[in-house]
């Protein structure tokens, strides 16, 4: 019996890795490897397309005018509520 308990006691002083090691050199690489931001082309689309349509009402605001009574008054103001 005491053989046994010995022999039991002597392979549990190895130590034993936790993970294998090829399971650690695919972890350690995938933690050095490139960040890739890839969008569909319908993302890029929409995206634009909003930006242009955006920066179109932004001009039109500031630089289109109103007339009011043979006034010419600047959108952004009318939308404010200044027409004095």
Avoid: C, Y
Avoid at 28 to 50: E, K, M, N, Q, Y
Avoid at 56 to 76: C, K, M, R, Y
């Amino acid at each position: 019996m005491s053989d046994k308990q010995e022999t039991s006691t002597e392979g549990s002083s190895e130590k034993t890795p936790l993970f294998r090691e090829e399971a650690i050199r695919h972890r350690t690489r995938a933690l050095f490897g490139d960040v890739v931001l890839a969008a569909p082309l319908s993302t890029w689309l929409i995206t634009g397309l909003l930006t242009s349509i955006l920066t179109g009402l932004v001009a039109f605001g500031v630089f289109g005018t109103v007339q009011i009574d043979n006034e010419s008054l600047p959108i952004w103001r009318w939308v404010l509520g200044g027409n004095q």
